[in-house]
Nanobody, 125 residues
Framework: QVQLVESGGGLVQAGGSLRLSCAAS????????MGWFRQAPGKEREFVAS????????YYADSVKGRFTISRDNAKNTVYLQMNSLKPEDTAVYYC??????????????????WGQGTQVTVSS
């Protein structure tokens, strides 16, 4: 089992950057596929990015490709989401997710077992 705690959200102007962090508990962090989802008001949760246990494989939603970068530091039990060139439509609560399945290209919310509490990202125009 793993517990996830996100940080780094906040208010930023369009075109700006933020880096989200997700700290995971447990000694087997490196066994988990990690990812990020987001949910805007009135909308369903949507996949943002995912990363394999080793960090060698990454996968992105088309809406963030080229602007966001997911990475992980297994020594620190932490996964990151660097968000550049932010747009107002990126405004959402961002959730860190984890799962023991080795497949890192899954995009369904029901395919990830563990979720953090979320962190708010607001991009002003």
């Amino acid at each position: 089992q793993v517990q996830l705690v996100e940080s780094g959200g906040g208010l930023v102007q369009a075109g700006g950057s933020l880096r989200l962090s997700c700290a995971a508990s447990g000694r087997t962090f490196s066994s988990y596929t990690m990812g990020w989802f987001r949910q805007a008001p009135g909308k369903e949760r949507e996949f943002v990015a995912s990363i394999s246990w080793s960090g060698g494989g990454t996968y992105y939603a088309d809406s963030v490709k080229g602007r966001f970068t997911i990475s992980r530091d297994n020594a620190k039990n932490t996964v990151y989401l660097q968000m550049n060139s932010l747009k107002p439509e990126d405004t959402a609560v961002y959730y860190c997710v984890a799962d023991l399945s080795p497949r890192w290209t899954r995009t369904g919310a029901n395919e990830y077992e563990y979720w953090g509490q979320g962190t708010q990202v607001t991009v002003s125009s």
